[in-house]
């Protein structure tokens, strides 16, 4: 296809284009803040990206498919029971944190941060002390390879519990660079690193060696974070008497649990159920595909978490017309960069996937499955996100329920019947039958059309003025 070079220079165009980056990234004197914030943010993630995809194409190579697969395995049980470990604290004080940073309210920012690091870390050892107790009670075989790795990744859950506490508590605090390049980009530098040393001593890896080392590097993370925020915040908060306020921060941390909930059921139960119903190598067959799909994600991403804040800005003016304008302008930010990539993906399906080593092309139908079927889901929107900005969370955590039951439920009928290919499919229907549903229900609560192909209003550039 030929580059209409006309079309792209037209200064009508090119206005258009400067106005939805302005829309997005804001203007007056906090632009260049914003921007520097973001393409902070954006390089991590791109960065980040990269070398987590490395690390998991050369760990599938040296440890094999059934290795590899066990290793992917446990890890997503730990991440799955991270979840109602944390309580919902981190996503409260991603919201708490700024404000009182803001108002200089250092009393209470010291209780804050007190609070949640012992409520993190009691109930992440309760959720892993009663997850190991459950796992080998519940076990009728021997405690092989792949037990002693699930056993070791349930342990670990309140590391990963900190680790989400403190990547939250650096973006409440506006250091984005420490908030997501120590877990991100360091985590999986330090576990290559060490996988290569044992390797090159000539030891081979095995899921429970590697289930250590990454959880162990995310430790080593997480006293990275640790000591950079202790140094930051010790001149402001020295002899600073701390303020609890921990029935109305629990008020509402706890109802963020059911969201985040959900929404981890349904990230990591296709993965998990492939672990119940097929064999190890099937695993690393299966996360090999959902991994490279993920490459997919880090621009809508980087887009919706600069996007967040001036959607509830917008919405709390009470100007729909704008809501709509400035939706109408994100949107091909997002969907456009994603399909370049989904296509470039499924194109690319089979040397990325020869990446992975001998057998791992069994997994190209459940790519290019998982790939559609975000690209579908990402057609419809940042329902979601336009839903949690304005008000209207309980309305996407029933639809995450319902999501996840649903996620549950094709994947106990798919897999059995049609292998890895039957989870990415119903991953993928699932997924886009959220997307769509909260759509609609933007749509219906908010009178805005979120999906691709709406029309944006062409409101003026600010609100009229009180008279």
């Not at 037209?10 to 914003?34: I, K, M, T, Y």
């Not at 990744?153 to 390049?181: C, D, E, H, K, N």
């Not at 060490?194 to 000539?202: Q, Y």
């Not at 209207?392 to 955590?397: E, F, G, I, R, T």
Request: charged share 10%; proline share 6%; with cysteine.
């Amino acid at each position: 296809m030929q580059l209409d070079t006309d079309a792209v220079a037209s200064p009508s165009r090119v206005r258009r284009l400067q106005e939805a980056l302005r829309l997005l990234v804001g203007g007056g004197r906090d632009l260049h803040a914003v921007l520097r914030a973001a393409g902070l943010v954006f390089s991590i993630r791109v960065v980040a990206s990269l070398i987590n995809y490395a690390l998991i194409v050369i760990l599938a190579r040296w440890m094999g498919a059934a290795e590899f697969g066990i290793y992917a395995y446990a890890l997503s049980w730990c991440l799955l029971l991270t979840v109602p470990s944390g309580l919902g604290v981190p996503g409260m004080c991603l919201r708490y944190l700024g404000q009182y940073k803001a108002a200089m309210d250092f009393a209470r920012l010291r209780g804050l941060l007190i609070r949640s690091v012992e409520t993190v870390a009691a109930s992440g050892a309760t959720v892993a002390l009663i997850g190991i107790a459950a796992f080998v009670l519940g076990r009728s075989g021997s405690f092989d390879g792949r037990a002693l790795a699930v056993s070791l990744a349930v342990a670990g859950i309140p590391v990963m519990a900190f680790s989400v506490l403190a990547s939250q508590i650096g973006r409440g605090l506006g250091w984005m660079a420490t908030a997501y390049a120590p877990t991100q980009i360091g985590q999986a530098v330090v576990a290559l690193s060490v996988a290569a040393t044992f390797v090159s001593c000539g030891h081979t890896l095995t899921a429970p060696l590697m289930v250590a080392v990454a959880l162990s590097a995310f430790a080593l993370a997480v006293a990275v974070q640790a000591g950079v925020y202790a140094h930051r915040l010790r001149p402001v908060l020295r002899g600073v008497q701390p303020v609890f306020e921990t029935k109305a921060w629990l008020r509402v941390a706890l109802p963020l649990v059911l969201f985040e909930g959900f929404a981890g059921i349904v990230a990591q139960s296709d993965t998990i159920m492939v672990g119940l119903f097929l064999q190890p190598h099937d695993i690393g067959h299966y996360q090999a595909a959902v991994r490279t799909a993920m490459l997919a994600t880090f621009v809508p991403q980087a887009v919706t978490s600069l996007a967040a804040p001036k959607i509830a800005g917008i919405h709390g003016r009470g100007s729909t017309e704008q809501l709509q304008a400035f939706v109408s302008s994100v949107v091909p930010w997002i969907v456009l960069p994603t399909f370049a990539l989904s296509l470039s993906l499924i194109l690319l399906a089979g040397p990325l996937l020869a990446l992975f080593g001998g057998g791992f092309a069994g997994g190209l139908p459940a790519l290019v499955l998982l790939v559609a079927g975000y690209f579908v889901s990402v057609c419809f929107g940042p329902a979601p996100l336009i839903l949690n900005m304005t008000g209207h969370q309980d309305d996407c955590a029933r639809v995450f329920a319902t999501t996840a039951f649903a996620n549950v439920a094709l994947n106990f009928v798919l897999i059995p019947r049609l292998g890895i290919t039957g989870a990415a499919a119903a991953s993928s229907l699932a997924l886009a039958f959220s997307n769509g549903i909260l759509a609609w229900i933007v749509r219906k609560r908010l009178g805005v059309s979120p999906w691709i192909t709406a029309t944006p209003h062409r409101p003026p550039l600010t609100p009229p003025p009180v008279t």
